[in-house]
Every structure is written in structure tokens, then in C-alpha cells.
């Protein structure tokens, strides 16, 4: 019988009431904040403890298990990064094993915050931690769930969907050069489970916030049935979870990571378990739809940009290791294996318990023209030093293989070939870059990463369809072969241009290549307004650009006689009998006379945010299309606003106006909706008004990559070398590999037949699906995890005590039977139990704008 | 049998029986909420009776080493440091989980990297460093004046070997605007002061 025994859980939460009925081993409460009060006022940090340690009415996974308590967030939902620190300093002096963390925010460049969760993993605290509530936009993932040494939790429904809002895409550390890593690392019910009232009694609640404490209680019970407890660390704990989940079907990895907890699986993987390194994902399949989104969606070709597959190399062998020698390249030469070209790049120190290992992959010259699938693998041999080896520099090795598979086509015409220029977007963190639609006030962050696979991942799906293929420059503009593509896109830019970049551009333009720019607002004087005083660092926040960098693409696009103005404008209008909305969207001060330049009656948005006045301005030029008049020189297209083509908030998508841009740059066809528009104007000259200057006293250089500090203004700084992929050296073997590789990636050594199964077979979620409507209402009792307990409720009382009654129970039986003659002296009675039942509504989740943590309700 | 059902039936047996379990239930239960009660007084003022046991030095020496199991400071990428004050790195530790002090990389009260203002660049050698005898009138009169939102890390805290381990930890007096360190080089400190404020 386990239940968590000997197992210390903190939970970072709201604080817990002094004698809630619920918990019977809350060893320590702790209060971090400055409000001088223990308990709960909110109920979130009850219910996460009952979701882990509940043990009666709605149980919890762990009852026996050692609760701490750390109240980390206030009432008002208010928390610092240094109560925090303090709090995590408390948690590793008392040695807490499992650490729940229903909290998360944005700001992964919060460096004191992550060194610490790093530094907690390090001294083998299991962190748990909810992947967000920001779903379903793509680019919403949270810190600390979004680390690779923390188990990040995604939320289901009870159906096995994920939950809608469940915070999903790849991180966006890696950006732009890198590519993100895959998150969350399960699943599990996160909407409508049941857990503890503030109080008393039940309530019900969604949230990832809901599932990370399911983990947590489910890792917690896992500890405690481990006989070995040496060998349960932040890694082996992940890796049997993430080795034991449940795929869902239809879903990709960047939803639900590995896939739903099995609790069953884990256990008999866990308590079979060797340490070793493992791989997150275990294998590379380009073809494997859905999971393998965005890498199914479109196959490599010779002459594109390197796919790169950013995995997690968790070492359950100790905090820290190191890669052997190097990962190996074995392609399979009966599988075409030789078609593609692989580099490998990897942490140099493992640590803590994980490192990452990016795999680019390339097609080879002499497929260029080839289509077919190509397969091998790459071999990593992991090292960690053997902490319990008498031997002196004794090592733990453990080797792993990853699968690759590709699918190959001939390289596509320059004219299908876009190139989304991801090295000139910039985002929160670190600086504060404001969203491109100023009406989404409880939002002001632009902090999704502006990626084809992130925000700009229904677009990226528009173009593929469209049968355009899409590749990512991560690096700047000086790195491509522009004679490949046939439209460079560039949308919201908010970074600086080396002088090199826009030399390189425009005689890339001369060669051929075209240009599509979706602008977005900069006026300083906005800038200045939406400025706001940031709680969680306590100061003020000044925007470093505005929705995109204009006077940078001005400088950009000057040479043609192109410029955008600092306008703001919004509003609804048709073009080309499609409804289309502006939002927040700057207009076209200059172009070429040669030009078609299409105008719009707009709302001044800037009047209406620094006057708060009304009025409408009419003929705003907002599109522009040129042909540039060299001899086979290229087109360029621009648009003042990016909000319809970005996730984020859109209202009105206008995929079918890219198509049209598409068709213009890529094919030169001008789309007569357009040419022959009512709308079309005469192309501002914009000599009447100056053009917006940069934002005196900007702080861009501390973000940029362009930019540096100077006396007086920045300055670019040297033009970085292009990144450079030294190929591995193919070690050719000649084998072949199954179709299917997921089926098989396992852990090593781990035969589940042959573990018994334990007695907690009846800690099985039976979960009742809630339908909408009673959210709120009462379950039976037992809650989310039925069964065993309800017998149990009575074990706080002690078992002498116990006895004690039953000698005298059984007295009064002997009594009664034996003699009936006699007058009866006493009537036992029996009081029974009563359940309290008392309905509580489902708390109304409240939006903060915080840049910190907030719980994840 | 008989004997026993009449011993039984007799009343005072069976009330002597009833109290005993009463008295422990009682007392179990309330054991608890005294538990509960003193975990609350955390937040309040320190125990003044609360003394670290400060480490006396040992006599070193190959055959003289009086420890036998250490604690380390666990969490180090490459180097480690033990509760004798022995920084080395993570293949030289041996199986009691002391540094060989035979190592070459071994060495005892190492200050490396840290300033003059007791923060250092690196953890563990900021542990060694507060770990060093004569660092102990610092630290004593750090404790007697240690800043509120440290009382319950402090009074937590067992002997010198675990305050310099949490000590050297960075903590809410190491950073500037919440996400930024105050200085990003030197945040491991052992002396009273925090971190030196670099401009951001």
C-alpha cells in the first residue's frame, strides 16, 4: 500500500488554512510574502495540495505523503521573483523531493528565477510545473514549465483532447537562429477536476494549474513506491513518465509532448529502472503526421535551410555529464540513408540531469533532384561520474541511438520558395516590444516569437496549402542565397539593419528577388503613452519600438522611394470584396510614382489614444505594389499592418491579400482586384511631412543584435560571421530500419511484462466527465481519484485507540447476547457519518497583466 | 478464558482500557496541533537559544580524518565542495562522498574568484571560503542581524557547514529589479553585504 509515505511535496502556492480537514501530514507552512498570514484567501494553493494530498472526499494521489507548504502569492494574486528565490533557498535546506509550481509566466530571461529552478533540479528537486493557460496560440509556452530539468504539464479534458486552453508550440529560447524544443512533456486532466475548497469540501477547477499537481501527486506516489530511492532523480523520474505515457491520437508533440500520464506504465518503468540517458523525442520521423508537426508538413529539399530538431538528452545517470567523444552519423545505405547530410551540435556539460542535442539536417547535392525517404541514425554515448563507484574516476556510460527519417523531394522552383526572415523580430522577453493591436490592453506583450510555427502558424499552413514552401533565416540577411527564393517576407520587424543587409538587399532585389513587408504602427508619441509601471520589476516600462521598427525598414526600403509614416490608424473596410480590419497599422508616406498604391477611410487610432477623440481620415494609403526597374529585378509589396496575418488577436485573416502579394512577387501577376481597384491612389510623395525618427533615449541597443551602446547614439556593430554547420562524417552501415519507429523507443532494460504490478492499481484516474453546464457541482464522493481511501478516512486516529474501542464494542456485544436476562443498562448507539454537501461555484478565472508569474488557474 | 471474559465484564477494566486510549488520543492529537503552532512561530522572532554549532577544525592528515561520511554541496556542474571545506572537482570525490584530498585538484578554504566584499564568482568556492574558521565572527554577527525574509532559512539552519551552503546561495538580496542580478559576476556571497549594484 502506497501513498506517498516519506515523500516530501512543497507547493508553491496561495498558502493553506491551519485545519482544513482535508490533510493529515502537513508538516511545515511557510509564508514568503508580505501579507502576515499563512492561509489561503484565494483557494488555488488548497486545492493543488488536495489535488496531491487530499485524503478524504475528493483524495488526492498522495495522502501519507509530507506536505510543505510555501506561500509564495499573495490575495492579489502578487509575487516577485526574490520571494521566490528566498522560498527555493527553504526548499533545498529542507530537502523537499517533489515541488509543485501551478505558476508560470513569460519571462524566461529572468536569470536570477531560472538559475534557481536549475540550481533546486540540481540538488534533485523534482519540479513540476504548469505549461500555461494561454493556448490555443501557438508561442505561448511558460517558465519555468518550458525548462528542460522541469516536468512541464499540459491539460486535457476528460475526452482526451487537449484542453483549449492549455499553452502549446515549441520554446522560443532558441530563437532565431536555433529551434525550439518540444513542450509540454505530458499531459493530463487540467479541466473540471475535482480538488479541495478553500475551507472545506469539493470544488471543481480548470487550469493547467490542475494538471501540474496531478503530476506532481502522481510522481509523489511514484517516489514512495520506490525501493531504491537513489536512483529517483529529476531525470529518471521524467524519464519514466515521458517513456510510459500515452499517445493521443491525432495531436502533434507540441501539444501534448509525449503524451497523457499512465501512472501504471510509469511505476513498472520506474521501479525497473537502470540509470541512463534517454532522448525527448526518442526518435526523428519528418514523416509522421500529425505528430511531428510543423517537420511532417513540409519536406527537405538540396539548397534549403537546414531542418534542425532541437531534442532534450535527459541523464538519469547523474546531475551532470558530458557526450563522449561525438554523436555519430550512420546513415543506412539500402534506405538512402547517404541522401542527407547531418549535423550535430549539443550542450557541452549536461546539466542539470539534462542538455539538448540539435540535430540539422540537409539534403545532399547529389539528391537534388531525387525524391524518396532516407534513413539512419545518430549514436550519442553519455558519461556522467559514478557517485557510488569506489573506484576513483569511475564513469557511468550509457549509449543512445536516434532514428532519422526524411522525406526527400526535388528542390522546388525559386518562384514557390518564400523565406520568412526571423532575424529582424525581436520580442518580450527581453525588452518591452508592444503588441501590434493596441486594443488588446490585458495583453501588451508581444511575447509569442513571431515564428511560422508559432503565431504565424495558420499562415505558414495557409502557404503550404497554397503549395509554396516556407523556410526560416535565422541569421541576417548577408546568409542567404537569394537567387533561391523568390520572396523574402518580412513581417513586424522590430530589429536594426547592418548597413551590409540593406547593400545585400537591394542588390539581391536588382537580381530578382522580392520583397513583402507587413509593417506595423511606431509614433513616438504612442510609445511614450502606452508606457506602464511594471509590478513585477517595479519600474517603468518605455517601449523600444513600437508594433514594428519603421524608421529601420525605412532605411531598409529608402532607397526605392519607399517609406511608412508614424500614422496609426483602425478600422473596417472591403477590399477586393473581402471585409478586412486594420488594427493598429501604420500607412504607405512614400512610394514610387510608377507604383499602385491602394488608399482606405480609417480611424486616426493615434488621436484616439492620446486625445481620446474620434476622426475619421480619409484615402490612407495602407498597400503598395512596385516593380523595381531594373532588368529582371524584383517586386516589392508592402502593407501597413500585420495583424491579419498573426494569430495573436486576429479578427479578419487576409491570407487571400498574401496570396495575392505572393502572386505578384513570385510570378509578377498583378491581381486586377488590386490594379483595377476604386481604391487605388496616386502614390504619396510624403515630402509635406517628415518622417518618423527613432524614439529619443530607446534602449534597443540592449536587446539588439544589430545595435550597440556608443557615445552619443548607437552604432551596428560588426557584421557577425554567417553560421557555419560542420557535417559529421558518415560512418555508412548497411541495415535497414522498421517503417514505424516510434513503436520502438523504449528506456533500456525495461521489460514491462515482467513487473508486477504494484497495489495501487486502484489510484487509476476514474474520472467523470463533467459536461459544461455543472462544472460547479457536486461529485460523488471520492472525487478525482476514487477507491482506496474511503476506507481509510480513519487512519489519523490512532490504532490503539482503535482497538481500545473495539474491546469495548465487543463488551457490549458479549453483553447483550450473553445476557438478555438482564436489564439493559446502555444502548450503544452509533453516529454515522454525514457528508456536508454544499454547492461552490467554480471560480471565475481573472485575467492579470503581469509579466511575472501567475498562478495558472 | 473464563478467566479473561470475567476480567472483562469487570467495569473498571474496561473504563481503565477506554481512559488509556482516550489519554492517548488526546495526547497524539494534540501533539499535532503543538507541531502546527511551533512550525507558525517560524515567521516570528529566532529562537535565542538557538546556537550553530560551529566546526572545530580537524587535524588533517591522511590517517587522521575523523569524518567518514560527508555532505557536499551536491548541485556543482564540475566542482564540488564537502563539509570539511575541500573544493574539487566531481571525479576526484570519493565513494564517502569527501573530496580526495590527494587529488590535485583538491584544496581546502579556497576563496577563488571571490572579492573583497565576500561574494565570489563561483559557488562553491564561495562555500569554501565562508567555510574557513576565522570567517565565523562574520557570520555570527551576520546571524544576529540577518534581514527578516531570511528568518525561517536561518533558523532552519544546523551547523556552519549548512549555513554556508545556503548563505552562498543567491537569494532576494541578489538581485535588482526583480530579474536582473545585481551584478551578474560576483552574486555567490558569504559576507553581510549584498552583491556590488552594477548598472544595468
Known amino acids: ?857 | 478464558m473464563m478467566v479473561l471474559r470475567r476480567l472483562l465484564r469487570k467495569r473498571w477494566v474496561l473504563g481503565v482500557v477506554f481512559g488509556l486510549s482516550l489519554i492517548y488520543f488526546l495526547t497524539s492529537t494534540l501533539k499535532q496541533e503543538e507541531r502546527t503552532m511551533r512550525d507558525r512561530t517560524l515567521l516570528e522572532v529566532r529562537d535565542s537559544d538557538h546556537r550553530i554549532p560551529w566546526k572545530v577544525r580537524f587535524n588533517l592528515g591522511n590517517s587522521s580524518r575523523q569524518i567518514t561520511q560527508c555532505r557536499n554541496s551536491i548541485q556543482g556542474k564540475t566542482l564540488i565542495t564537502d563539509e570539511l571545506g575541500y573544493v574539487c572537482e566531481r571525479k576526484d570525490l570519493l565513494v564517502n562522498s569527501c573530496c580526495n584530498v590527494n587529488a590535485p585538484s583538491s584544496r581546502q578554504y579556497i576563496c577563488k574568484s571571490c572579492l573583497a566584499n565576500g561574494c565570489c564568482s563561483i559557488y562553491e568556492y564561495c562555500v569554501s571560503c565562508c567555510l574557513q574558521p576565522d570567517k565565523q565572527p562574520l557570520l555570527e554577527h551576520f546571524l544576529n542581524r540577518a534581514a527578516e525574509g531570511f528568518q525561517n532559512l536561518f533558523t532552519a539552519v544546523e551547523d556552519h557547514f549548512e549555513l554556508c551552503l545556503a548563505k552562498c546561495r543567491t537569494s532576494s538580496q541578489s538581485v535588482q529589479h526583480e530579474n536582473t542580478y545585481r551584478n551578474p559576476q560576483a552574486k555567490y556571497c558569504y559576507g553581510e553585504s549584498p552583491p556590488e549594484l552594477l548598472p544595468v
Open chain 1, 1 to 857: 500500500m502506497f501513498a506517498g509515505s516519506g515523500v516530501k511535496v512543497a507547493v508553491f502556492d496561495t498558502g493553506l488554512s491551519e485545519k482544513h480537514p482535508h490533510f493529515k501530514n502537513v508538516k511545515e507552512r511557510t509564508n514568503w510574502t508580505n501579507e502576515k498570514t499563512l492561509d489561503d484567501g484565494l483557494g488555488h494553493g488548497t486545492f493543488v495540495a488536495g489535488v496531491i494530498a487530499s485524503m478524504r472526499e475528493c483524495q488526492g494521489f498522495a495522502p501519507d505523503s509530507e506536505l510543505h507548504i510555501f506561500r509564495v502569492f499573495t490575495n492579489n494574486q502578487v509575487s516577485y521573483t526574490s520571494w521566490f528565490l528566498d522560498a527555493f533557498n527553504y526548499a533545498i535546506l529542507k530537502k523537499i523531493d517533489v515541488l509543485n509550481l501551478s505558476i508560470g509566466g513569460p519571462d524566461f530571461m529572468d536569470h536570477p528565477f531560472v538559475d534557481k529552478v536549475w540550481e533546486l533540479t540540481a540538488n534533485r528537486v523534482i519540479m513540476v510545473s504548469a505549461i500555461g493557460n494561454d493556448g490555443p496560440l501557438y508561442g505561448t509556452l511558460n517558465n519555468p514549465a518550458d525548462q528542460m530539468d522541469v516536468i512541464g504539464v499540459g491539460g486535457i479534458d476528460f475526452e482526451d483532447n487537449i484542453a483549449r486552453f492549455s499553452s502549446r508550440g515549441m520554446t522560443t529560447w532558441e530563437l532565431p537562429g536555433g529551434y525550439g524544443r518540444v513542450k509540454p512533456d505530458i499531459v493530463t486532466y487540467g479541466s473540471g477536476v475535482r480538488g479541495s475548497g478553500l475551507k472545506e469540501g469539493c470544488r471543481s477547477l480548470s487550469g493547467t494549474s490542475v494538471a501540474s499537481p496531478v503530476v506532481a501527486g502522481a510522481v509523489t506516489l511514484l517516489a514512495s513506491t520506490v525501493l531504491n530511492r537513489e536512483l529517483v532523480n529529476p531525470a529518471s523520474m521524467k524519464q519514466a513518465l515521458i517513456a510510459s505515457a500515452r499517445r493521443l491520437p491525432g495531436v502533434n508533440m507540441f501539444e501534448q509532448g509525449h503524451g497523457k500520464l499512465d501512472l501504471i506504465r510509469a511505476y513498472q518503468i520506474l521501479n525497473s529502472y537502470r540509470p541512463q540517458a534517454s532522448l525527448s523525442p526518442s526518435y526523428i520521423d519528418l514523416t509522421e503526421c500529425p505528430y511531428m508537426w510543423p517537420y511532417c508538413s513540409q519536406p527537405i529539399y538540396y539548397g534549403g535551410m537546414p531542418t534542425i530538431v532541437n531534442v532534450t538528452i535527459l541523464n538519469g545517470m547523474g546531475v551532470t555529464g558530458r557526450i563522449v567523444d561525438k554523436p555519430i552519423w550512420q546513415p543506412y545505405l539500402p534506405q538512402n540513408g547517404d541522401h542527407i547530410d547531418v549535423a550535430v551540435s549539443y550542450s557541452p556539460v549536461l546539466w542539470p540531469w539534462a542538455g539538448y542535442l540539435a540535430v540539422s539536417i540537409s539534403v545532399a547535392k547529389k539528391a537534388a533532384s531525387w525524391e524518396g525517404i532516407a534513413q539512419g541514425h545518430v549514436m550519442v554515448t553519455v558519461a556522467s561520474p559514478a557517485e557510488n563507484d569506489s573506484e576513483v574516476d569511475g564513469e557511468l556510460t550509457s549509449t543512445v541511438k536516434l532514428p532519422i527519417k526524411v522525406k526527400i523531394v526535388p528542390t522546388p522552383p525559386r518562384s514557390k520558395r518564400v523565406l520568412w526572415d526571423q532575424y529582424h523580430n525581436l520580442r518580450y522577453p527581453p525588452g518591452y516590444f508592444p503588441r501590434d493591436n493596441l486594443r488588446m490592453k490585458n495583453d501588451p506583450l508581444d511575447w509569442n516569437g513571431d515564428h511560422i510555427h508559432t503565431n504565424f502558424r495558420d499562415m505558414y499552413q495557409h502557404l503550404r496549402s497554397m503549395g509554396y514552401f516556407v523556410e526560416v533565416l535565422g541569421a541576417p540577411i548577408t546568409c542567404f542565397d537569394a537567387s533561391q527564393y523568390g520572396t523574402l517576407l518580412m513581417v513586424d520587424s522590430e530589429e536594426e539593419y547592418f548597413p551590409e543587409e540593406i547593400t545585400k538587399l537591394r542588390r539581391d532585389i536588382d537580381n530578382g528577388l522580392s520583397l513583402i513587408v507587413f509593417s506595423d504602427w511606431y509614433n513616438t508619441s504612442v510609445m511614450r503613452k502606452v508606457k506602464f509601471y511594471d509590478e513585477n520589476t517595479r519600474q517603468w516600462w518605455m517601449p523600444d519600438t513600437g508594433g514594428a521598427n519603421i524608421p529601420a525598414l525605412n532605411d531598409l526600403i529608402s532607397v526605392w522611394g519607399m517609406a511608412f509614416s508614424d500614422g496609426l490608424y483602425e478600422g473596417d473596410f472591403t477590399l477586393a470584396d473581402h471585409d478586412m480590419y486594420y488594427a493598429s497599422g501604420c500607412s504607405i508616406a512614400r512610394f514610387p510614382e510608377d507604383g499602385i498604391v491602394i488608399a482606405k477611410n480609417l480611424k486616426d487610432q493615434g488621436l484616439e489614444v492620446l486625445k481620446q477623440e474620434t476622426a475619421v481620415i480619409e484615402g490612407v494609403p495602407i498597400l503598395g505594389l512596385y516593380q523595381t526597374p531594373s532588368d529582371g529585378g524584383g517586386r516589392i509589396a508592402l502593407y501597413g499592418d500585420s495583424n491579419c496575418i498573426d494569430d495573436s488577436h486576429r479578427q479578419k485573416d487576409c491570407f487571400w491579400l498574401l496570396d495575392a502579394l505572393l502572386q505578384y512577387t513570385s510570378y509578377s501577376m498583378t491581381p486586377p482586384s488590386l490594379s483595377h481597384s476604386h481604391s487605388r491612389v496616386v502614390p504619396p510623395t510624403g515630402t509635406d511631412r517628415p518622417l518618423p525618427q527613432r524614439l529619443e533615449g530607446n534602449h534597443l541597443y540592449r536587446y539588439s543584435k544589430v545595435l550597440e551602446a556608443h557615445l552619443g547614439d548607437p552604432k551596428p556593430r560588426p557584421l557577425p560571421a554567417c553560421p557555419h554547420l560542420s557535417w559529421a562524417k558518415p560512418q555508412p552501415l548497411n541495415e535497414t530500419a522498421p517503417s514505424n519507429l516510434w513503436k520502438h523507443q523504449k528506456l533500456l532494460s525495461v521489460d514491462l511484462d515482467k513487473v508486477a504490478l504494484p497495489n495501487v492499481r486502484a489510484y487509476r484516474p476514474q474520472v467523470r466527465p463533467l459536461s459544461p453546464g455543472e462544472s460547479g457541482a457536486w461529485d460523488i464522493p471520492g472525487g478525482i481519484m476514487p477507491g482506496h481511501y474511503n476506507q481509510e478516512v480513519g487512519q489519523t486516529i490512532p490504532v490503539f485507540a482503535f482497538l481500545g474501542a473495539m474491546v469495548v464494542l465487543s463488551f457490549f456485544v458479549v453483553q447483550l447476547t450473553k445476557a438478555r436476562s438482564k436489564p439493559k443498562r446502555r444502548k450503544p448507539r452509533i453516529k454515522r457519518p454525514t457528508y456536508l454537501q454544499q454547492q461552490q461555484q467554480q471560480q471565475t478565472t481573472t485575467t492579470t497583466t503581469t509579466t511575472g508569474k501567475n498562478p495558472t488557474v
